[in-house]
Protein backbone atom coordinates (compact mmCIF):
# COMPACT_ATOMS: atom_id res chain seq x y z
CA UNK A 1 0.00 0.00 0.00
CA UNK A 2 1.07 3.28 -1.26
CA UNK A 3 1.74 6.19 1.59
CA UNK A 4 0.45 8.89 0.04
CA UNK A 5 -2.66 7.86 -1.51
CA UNK A 6 -4.95 9.84 -3.99
CA UNK A 7 -7.74 9.03 -6.00
CA UNK A 8 -6.83 8.14 -9.86
CA UNK A 9 -9.71 9.86 -11.26
CA UNK A 10 -10.51 11.09 -13.98
CA UNK A 11 -12.00 13.75 -12.08
CA UNK A 12 -14.33 15.90 -14.24
CA UNK A 13 -15.96 18.94 -13.62
CA UNK A 14 -17.44 21.56 -15.65
CA UNK A 15 -15.26 24.96 -16.47
CA UNK A 16 -15.58 27.56 -13.88
CA UNK A 17 -16.41 25.14 -10.65
CA UNK A 18 -14.33 24.64 -7.83
CA UNK A 19 -12.04 21.29 -8.54
CA UNK A 20 -11.30 19.60 -5.23
CA UNK A 21 -8.20 17.06 -4.89
CA UNK A 22 -7.61 15.19 -1.94
CA UNK A 23 -4.55 13.06 -0.70
CA UNK A 24 -3.96 10.87 2.34
CA UNK A 25 -0.85 10.04 3.79
CA UNK A 26 0.33 7.43 6.43
CA UNK A 27 2.70 9.29 8.72
CA UNK A 28 0.98 11.46 11.42
CA UNK A 29 4.72 13.18 11.73
CA UNK A 30 4.65 14.49 8.37
CA UNK A 31 5.48 18.09 8.18
CA UNK A 32 5.52 19.36 4.48
CA UNK A 33 3.27 18.56 1.92
CA UNK A 34 3.26 19.62 -1.68
CA UNK A 35 0.87 20.00 -5.07
CA UNK A 36 2.75 19.31 -8.14
CA UNK A 37 0.61 19.81 -11.88
CA UNK A 38 1.72 17.86 -14.96
CA UNK A 39 0.17 18.03 -18.21
CA UNK A 40 0.43 15.12 -20.49
CA UNK A 41 3.54 14.29 -21.91
CA UNK A 42 5.61 17.15 -19.56
CA UNK A 43 7.32 17.36 -16.48
CA UNK A 44 6.00 18.12 -13.35
CA UNK A 45 5.50 21.08 -11.73
CA UNK A 46 5.60 22.79 -8.32
CA UNK A 47 2.48 24.83 -8.08
CA UNK A 48 2.13 24.98 -4.08
CA UNK A 49 3.54 23.54 -0.97
CA UNK A 50 1.84 23.83 2.82
CA UNK A 51 3.41 22.95 6.10
CA UNK A 52 0.89 24.41 8.77
CA UNK A 53 -2.63 23.22 9.87
CA UNK A 54 -4.90 25.00 7.87
CA UNK A 55 -5.51 26.85 4.46
CA UNK A 56 -2.76 28.67 2.42
CA UNK A 57 -3.86 30.55 -0.99
CA UNK A 58 -1.91 31.02 -4.04
CA UNK A 59 -4.52 32.58 -6.52
CA UNK A 60 -6.94 30.44 -7.72
CA UNK A 61 -5.05 27.81 -5.73
CA UNK A 62 -5.85 26.97 -2.12
CA UNK A 63 -4.04 23.82 -0.27
CA UNK A 64 -5.91 22.39 2.53
CA UNK A 65 -3.78 20.83 5.62
CA UNK A 66 -5.28 18.54 8.03
CA UNK A 67 -2.55 16.90 10.32
CA UNK A 68 -4.98 15.06 12.75
CA UNK A 69 -6.59 13.52 10.04
CA UNK A 70 -3.77 13.36 7.60
CA UNK A 71 -4.72 14.61 4.54
CA UNK A 72 -4.31 17.18 2.18
CA UNK A 73 -6.14 18.83 -0.18
CA UNK A 74 -5.75 21.11 -3.17
CA UNK A 75 -8.98 23.36 -4.55
CA UNK A 76 -8.84 25.14 -7.79
CA UNK A 77 -11.68 27.65 -8.46
CA UNK A 78 -12.97 28.79 -11.57
CA UNK A 79 -11.48 25.82 -12.76
CA UNK A 80 -10.55 26.14 -16.83
CA UNK A 81 -9.98 24.03 -19.47
CA UNK A 82 -6.19 24.66 -19.00
CA UNK A 83 -6.45 22.89 -15.64
CA UNK A 84 -6.73 19.97 -17.47
CA UNK A 85 -4.07 17.65 -15.93
CA UNK A 86 -3.03 15.42 -13.36
CA UNK A 87 -1.95 16.74 -10.34
CA UNK A 88 0.48 15.22 -7.98
CA UNK A 89 0.55 14.88 -3.94
CA UNK A 90 3.93 14.80 -2.61
CA UNK A 91 4.73 14.42 1.00
CA UNK A 92 7.85 14.73 3.36
CA UNK A 93 6.79 11.23 5.64
CA UNK A 94 7.54 11.50 8.82
CA UNK A 95 11.36 12.84 9.26
CA UNK A 96 12.07 12.06 5.91
CA UNK A 97 13.92 14.39 3.79
CA UNK A 98 13.04 13.05 0.30
CA UNK A 99 9.19 13.64 -0.75
CA UNK A 100 7.31 10.35 -1.76
CA UNK A 101 4.57 11.19 -4.22
CA UNK A 102 1.15 9.58 -4.89
CA UNK A 103 0.08 8.08 -7.94
CA UNK A 104 -1.98 11.40 -9.17
CA UNK A 105 -5.56 12.75 -9.72
CA UNK A 106 -6.42 12.85 -13.15
CA UNK A 107 -8.79 16.59 -13.95
CA UNK A 108 -10.54 17.08 -16.79
CA UNK A 109 -12.04 20.64 -17.12
CA UNK A 110 -14.87 20.40 -19.61
CA UNK A 111 -16.31 23.53 -21.46
CA UNK B 1 18.34 30.73 -16.61
CA UNK B 2 17.67 27.17 -17.93
CA UNK B 3 16.81 25.65 -14.98
CA UNK B 4 17.02 22.09 -14.60
CA UNK B 5 18.42 20.36 -18.08
CA UNK B 6 18.35 16.41 -19.17
CA UNK B 7 20.08 14.66 -21.68
CA UNK B 8 18.92 12.97 -23.70
CA UNK B 9 15.32 13.52 -23.96
CA UNK B 10 14.77 9.93 -25.92
CA UNK B 11 16.60 6.82 -26.52
CA UNK B 12 16.67 3.21 -27.15
CA UNK B 13 18.85 1.04 -25.65
CA UNK B 14 18.99 -2.77 -26.63
CA UNK B 15 18.98 -5.52 -23.65
CA UNK B 16 22.48 -5.49 -22.16
CA UNK B 17 23.27 -2.40 -23.28
CA UNK B 18 24.58 0.43 -21.01
CA UNK B 19 24.31 4.29 -20.75
CA UNK B 20 24.10 7.37 -18.77
CA UNK B 21 21.70 9.91 -18.80
CA UNK B 22 23.08 13.81 -17.67
CA UNK B 23 21.40 16.37 -15.62
CA UNK B 24 22.68 19.80 -14.34
CA UNK B 25 20.52 22.44 -12.98
CA UNK B 26 22.17 26.19 -12.73
CA UNK B 27 20.14 27.31 -9.97
CA UNK B 28 22.52 26.48 -6.46
CA UNK B 29 20.54 24.06 -5.43
CA UNK B 30 22.02 21.66 -2.52
CA UNK B 31 19.30 18.72 -3.72
CA UNK B 32 19.01 16.68 -6.60
CA UNK B 33 17.05 14.20 -7.55
CA UNK B 34 16.39 10.52 -10.07
CA UNK B 35 12.61 9.28 -10.54
CA UNK B 36 10.86 7.22 -13.00
CA UNK B 37 7.59 7.42 -13.79
CA UNK B 38 5.33 4.50 -15.20
CA UNK B 39 1.62 3.99 -15.97
CA UNK B 40 -0.76 3.99 -13.18
CA UNK B 41 2.79 3.81 -10.79
CA UNK B 42 3.50 8.01 -10.54
CA UNK B 43 6.84 8.86 -9.26
CA UNK B 44 9.49 6.39 -7.84
CA UNK B 45 12.78 7.85 -6.72
CA UNK B 46 15.69 5.96 -7.63
CA UNK B 47 18.70 7.83 -6.31
CA UNK B 48 19.01 11.42 -4.70
CA UNK B 49 21.21 13.38 -3.65
CA UNK B 50 21.57 16.15 -0.56
CA UNK B 51 24.26 17.91 -1.37
CA UNK B 52 27.76 17.81 -3.34
CA UNK B 53 29.27 14.56 -2.64
CA UNK B 54 26.64 12.29 -1.01
CA UNK B 55 24.28 10.18 -2.73
CA UNK B 56 21.47 7.86 -1.34
CA UNK B 57 19.01 5.03 -2.39
CA UNK B 58 15.58 5.61 -2.85
CA UNK B 59 12.51 3.00 -3.47
CA UNK B 60 13.93 1.15 -6.73
CA UNK B 61 17.96 1.86 -7.13
CA UNK B 62 18.44 -1.56 -8.31
CA UNK B 63 20.16 -1.52 -11.92
CA UNK B 64 21.12 2.12 -11.36
CA UNK B 65 23.99 4.19 -10.12
CA UNK B 66 24.28 7.59 -9.95
CA UNK B 67 27.27 10.43 -9.83
CA UNK B 68 26.96 13.68 -7.98
CA UNK B 69 30.14 15.16 -9.76
CA UNK B 70 29.85 18.94 -8.56
CA UNK B 71 26.96 20.78 -7.09
CA UNK B 72 25.34 21.39 -10.57
CA UNK B 73 25.31 17.55 -12.03
CA UNK B 74 24.09 14.37 -11.27
CA UNK B 75 24.29 11.93 -13.84
CA UNK B 76 22.21 8.30 -13.80
CA UNK B 77 23.78 5.11 -15.04
CA UNK B 78 22.32 2.12 -16.74
CA UNK B 79 25.13 -0.81 -16.45
CA UNK B 80 23.33 -2.89 -18.07
CA UNK B 81 19.78 -2.21 -19.48
CA UNK B 82 16.84 -4.43 -19.24
CA UNK B 83 13.21 -4.12 -20.77
CA UNK B 84 11.58 -3.32 -17.15
CA UNK B 85 13.89 -0.08 -17.51
CA UNK B 86 11.54 1.15 -20.01
CA UNK B 87 10.05 4.17 -17.96
CA UNK B 88 10.27 7.93 -18.44
CA UNK B 89 12.83 9.45 -16.16
CA UNK B 90 12.80 12.95 -14.76
CA UNK B 91 16.02 14.74 -12.59
CA UNK B 92 14.77 17.27 -10.62
CA UNK B 93 16.53 19.84 -7.79
CA UNK B 94 15.25 21.47 -4.72
CA UNK B 95 16.15 24.19 -2.41
CA UNK B 96 14.25 25.20 1.22
CA UNK B 97 15.51 28.19 2.29
CA UNK B 98 13.31 31.15 4.10
CA UNK B 99 10.66 28.69 5.03
CA UNK B 100 9.48 27.91 1.08
CA UNK B 101 10.59 25.52 -0.80
CA UNK B 102 11.99 25.76 -4.31
CA UNK B 103 11.90 22.83 -6.68
CA UNK B 104 12.42 21.99 -10.78
CA UNK B 105 12.06 18.79 -12.71
CA UNK B 106 13.56 18.10 -15.84
CA UNK B 107 12.30 17.78 -19.26
CA UNK B 108 12.16 14.19 -18.60
CA UNK B 109 13.93 11.32 -20.87
CA UNK B 110 11.85 8.63 -22.33
CA UNK B 111 13.82 5.57 -22.28
CA UNK B 112 12.86 2.57 -24.13
CA UNK B 113 14.61 -1.20 -23.79
CA UNK B 114 13.82 -3.87 -26.35
Known amino acids: QKEVEQNSGPLSVPEGAIASLNCTYS??????FFWYRQYSGKSPELIMF????GDKEDGRFTAQLNKASQYVSLLIRDSQPSDSATYLCAVRLGGSYIPTFGRGTSLIVHP | NAGVTQTPKFQVLKTGQSMTLQCAQDMNHNSMYWYRQDPGMGLRLIYYSASEGTTDKGEVPNGYNVSRLNKREFSLRLESAAPSQTSVYFCASEVVQGGATEAFFGQGTRLTVV
Open chain 1, 27 to 32: DRGSQS
Open chain 1, 50 to 53: IYSN
